[in-house]
């Protein structure tokens, strides 16, 4: 990831998000990393297919104490999601929502606007998945 690719992400996630702190710095390669307040929040990669390139976007949220491995994220554990993401990514406009007929997964939204999935992995637990398109960066800076 180059330097001008990373102040595009970062600055459009910023705003996005309704974060001031949001930025991203590269890894080497493909890879880099979400930062919120200069700390490591979320990885990211760019994929670069067919001259079509994005960015996704994992973030784990850490799992509630004593919480079941692959249980459903009901409207208890989705109102814990949305508190954690809030304080995670400082965006406090962002909600989390029951998707219909899934019960595995929630939708995350910030003003109306779909971000991202949170869904359960096997091995990380419950994971936000954002994927971001180049043509979104567009106009960032």
Do not use: C, W
């Not at 919120?36 to 079509?52: K, L, P, T, Y």
């Amino acid at each position: 990831m180059t330097p001008s690719e990373t102040a595009r992400l970062g600055a459009y996630l910023s705003k996005l998000l309704g974060s001031p702190t949001a930025s991203v710095r590269s890894l080497g390669g493909e890879e880099g990393e979400l930062l919120i307040d200069g700390s490591r929040a979320a990885n990211v990669i760019r994929d670069d297919e067919e001259g079509e390139v994005s960015y996704a976007i994992s973030l784990v949220v850490p799992p509630a104490p004593g919480a079941k491995k692959n249980a459903p994220i009901d409207e208890a554990e989705r109102a814990r999601l949305q508190s954690a993401l809030r304080a995670m990514l400082h965006a406090a406009d962002l909600d989390v929502r029951a998707r219909p007929r899934k019960t595995d997964s929630a939708e995350v939204y910030v003003h109306d606007e779909f971000v991202g999935t949170v869904s359960v992995d096997e091995d990380e637990g419950q994971v936000l998945t954002m994927s971001v398109l180049d043509i979104d960066l567009e106009g960032e800076e």
